[in-house]
Structure formats: C-alpha cells, structure tokens
C-alpha cells in the first residue's frame, strides 16, 4: 500500500511539471500527515512550497499591497478624499483662499471704479454747462455791441432790468464793462468803471480796496504733464491785430520752455487749439509773466533780469536787471517753482514783485516803465515772501495769498504803496485744485487770471469804494 501511494504520489507529482492536478502530502498544524489533490493554477509559474504557512503570508502580503494602493488613491481624490477623511488638503485649499481674496479685491476695485466714473460723469455734466454759459456769455456781449454806423447811440438792450444805467456817449462798449456787470457790480458804478478805459481818465477813478473774491471758474485745461503750473493772461490794454479776447498760455514745467501760445477767442483756449505759437530767443523762468501793452514781459532763466517781447514785432526790444534781486530759488513764494521775480499788471501800469538780500527775504515792490523797464520807485515791505503763496496788485497795493494748497485760503495782508503801510486781512480764497502756481489781476475785466494744477481758472472779484 505504501507503495501504492509513493507509485500515485510519483505519478501526480508530475502536475507539478505541467500536469492539471496534482496530490500533495504537509503536515498539519498538530503535526499529523494530511494528502490533499490540488489543482494547479494557470497563472502560477511554479510549485508552491511544502508549507501552506508562507502561501499565507504571501497573500496576506498581497491584500496589504492592494490596500495600501487602495488608501493613497483615496488620499490623493481631490475634494471627494477630504470629505471623506473630514479635513481638506492643504496643497489645494491655499489657491483657493487666494482665489477668494483676488475676486473680493477685484469687486472692491471694479466698485471704486463706478464710484470714480460716477464723479467724473459728474464733473463732465458740470464742465458742459459752464461752457455752454460762458458761450451764450460771450455771445450776449458780441450781440450788445454798437452797429457799424451806430456808434453814437446805445443799443436799448445794453443794459437788461430796471437798474439800466442813463444814456450816454463812449467809444463802443466793452468786455471788461459787460464782464462787470455780468460779476453783479451795481449800475450806479457801471459808468464810473468804464472810465478805466478812456485816456485822459483820473488814474484812480474807479478803484478802490479788494473786499471781496468768488469762486474760481474753469476756462481751459493743460493735459500734458508740462502744464501741471503755468501761467495764461489777457492784455488790458491790447495793440492791433491783438484785443482784449486774445488770450495767452505759456506751460512752465522744464529747463527750456520758450514756447509761448496765442488764442484768438477764450473759445479756442478751452478747446486747446492755439491759433499761433511764438518760439522765444530766449527761455523764461518761473510763472511770473505778464501781457502788457503788446508786449510779454518775463524773467529770462537763470537771471535777475526782466526782458519785454514784443508781439508782433517778435523780438527783445528791452531787458534790465532788478538789482539784488533774488533769482533762481533764492526767494521764492511757498510752493517754490523759481518764482523769485514776479511781474504784475493793474490801473497804473506795470509792476515787479521780488526780494534782495538787504530786505531779508521780505517782499519789495517796484514800478517799471514798460518801454524802457527802468524803475520809477520802489517800496520794501514787511512781508515775508517765502511765507506767502502768490501775490498781485490792484490799484496800487499788493494783496498775498496765504496758501496754495490748502482748499479754504485768504488774501491775508495788504500793502498800500500810497501810504506805506500794511494790514492784515481774512478775505476767503478758494484752491480748488489744490496747487496755486499763479494769480495775476486783470484791470481790464476786473478778475483774478489764477493757475491752479493744470486748471486755468477766474475768480470775480468786488472793490470798496474809495
């Protein structure tokens, strides 16, 4: 029988080798011999060993292996796996937290951008309807003045309203009349004002001290960053082919500016178009320059010196220096810009503001004669330049601005060259934009010609009676 069983044993152990089906003989685990018949598998290379202990291992090894690969692809799912597990990747939830920080900064910016957009619409609307008055302005007193052929009678319609002034018999009227009363001066000083344009008329006729500035109106504006101060100005009393609508625009940013441009009409300046530009021979410094006469008086760079241009002749006819004159950021006014020397213009003529190094940085005035530009008399006052922001001069007495950036400014002091003297005062000024590089007084129209970062703008103004 043993025999037998070696004979099958032999013969099946071949299934071992290739067959389908084979005996086996182990040990079980109370040391007791057990045969069993096993069927090969098809995907096993080989026989197993003796002992089923390892093959058990073996497949214990392989399920480990399975879930081990099963739990990583759970691990790495995405969202799915962070749910699962109660807590999200740290990999992935730090670009969503950007990406919801980013969107929040996004929505805040495109509603700060509606807010701007709304206020730019604002301003756009407010701009239009000042043109369109100053147009129907302009229009108003082109319509008032005198026919041809008519130019001893008034037209009824000169003077609108119950408080119309008499008859009576001047050249033509003008701008600066019309501009009068448009800025509400009473008639009963309409025809004492219009004496400022007749010669032969008392010097002071029609003057009186400054009690009174409104706020600023925008006539134009620079777009280029070499506009961010200026200076633009009329002639008070005009030389043909010029006249009192012609304006003129100089931007002062930079080391080399000689550029010097004409309007024909306030209309082309608010449009930016210049019907002329004069090149200058030589550059001008600061936005201390004036139209006086048919002629540009300036500060050459670098210079004490004041030059005058004229118009239509386009050349230097005339340059003196100031002497002892600060130049060139010596003494300027508060906001700086080189605006040592400073020219003005009003009922009596032409004017320069400056300081010397006798006065100690306080403000001296002299008279030029605008052919010549040699000093007829000069005043030293005691006000500090550099502790005011601007300065100019009606009938005779220097006014100063306290700031040129502060919203709510004042004409704080006033000089009277007729006495001597000087006084504090509070009379409100507005900066609007919030950097006054320029004021210069107008005889002519009776306004304030003001820069202020980038705007070109007027300011109405009242005077007491002497």
Known sequence: MPGAWLLLWGSLALGCRGETAFLRRADDSTGRCTYSFTVASPVEAGCP????????????????????????????SGPRGGEAGGARDPQHAAPAARLEASYGELLRAKSRLEEEKVQLEREKEEL??????????????????????????????????????????????????????????????????????HPGSEESAGCGELVWVGEPVVFGRAESIAGK???????PEPVPPFTRETTWRVDTVGTEVRQLFQYDAAEQLAQGYPAKVHILPRPLESTGAVIYRGALFFQPRRSRAVARYDLRGEAVTAEK?????????????????????DLAVDETGLWVIYSTEKARGAIVLSKLDPETLEIQQTWETNIRKRGVANSFVICGTLYTVSSYSAPNATINFAYDTATGTSRALSIPFENRFRYLSMVDYNPAERQLFAWDSFNMVTYPIRLSRV
């Open 49 to 76: 060993d003796a002992g089923g202990v390892p093959e058990l291992r073996a497949e214990l090894t392989a399920l480990a292996a399975r879930l081990s690969r099963l739990e990583s692809r759970e691990r790495g």
């Open 128 to 197: 239009r309807r000042r043109l369109e008055s100053n147009a129907q302005e302009i229009a108003r007193l082109r319509a008032t003045r005198c026919p041809p052929g008519e130019a001893g009678s008034t037209p009824a319609h000169a003077v609108p309203g119950p408080t119309a002034a008499p008859r009576w018999d001047p050249q033509p009227l003008t701008y600066q009349e019309l501009q009068s009363e448009r800025t509400e001066v009473p008639a009963s000083r309409l025809l004492e004002e219009t004496a400022l344009g």
């Open 229 to 235: 101060y200026g200076v633009w100005m009329k002639d």
């Open 321 to 341: 220096e100031i002497p002892g004159a600060g130049y060139h950021g010596q003494y300027p006014y508060s906001w700086g810009g080189y605006t040592d020397i």
